[in-house]
């Protein structure tokens, strides 16, 4: 297996590891079955909802604004990948976290969006708003 076939298959599997790694666990899932757990959460979710109270559920994610008249959000970061969907321009999308992959006019950056589907898009094309994306 060359190593331009095994390069899609090795970015979609660090992308599947990424997203399981920032998935949070389901814990507590109020099923009833354990009531140490439920009590526990009674007891602590006042204590939780003051400790997130003015932070945004998605503080990880980074964002930006589509600058291309169309952008193809792609399967894998390079040009090659498949076309997951198209993002026009002035779109707001959420950026989860940036990788080098195929330089497109100079700019190695990608980001791998998390609207809806997991697709990659050129950092060439995508101005970020706020901070910097983490690497992932």
Not at 6 to 28: E, M, S
Not at 32 to 61: A, H
Not at 93 to 110: H, P
């Amino acid at each position: 297996m060359s190593l331009r076939s095994r390069l899609p298959i090795a970015v979609a599997a660090c992308a599947l590891a990424v997203t399981a790694l920032a998935t949070p666990a389901v814990a507590g899932d109020e099923w009833g079955d354990d009531p140490q757990s439920s009590s526990w959460n009674q007891q602590n979710q006042g204590q939780n909802q003051g400790q997130n109270q003015g932070q945004n559920q998605n503080s990880r994610l980074a964002r930006g604004v589509v600058t291309a008249s169309s952008l193809a959000l792609r399967a894998a970061p390079n040009r090659g990948g498949q076309i997951i969907r198209w993002a026009d321009r002035g779109e707001v999308v959420s950026i989860f976290c940036r990788t080098n992959g195929q330089s497109v006019q100079g700019n190695r950056q990608w980001y791998l969006l998390t609207d809806g589907t997991w697709a990659w898009g050129s950092a060439r094309y995508i101005r970020t708003i706020g901070p910097a994306p983490r690497w992932c």
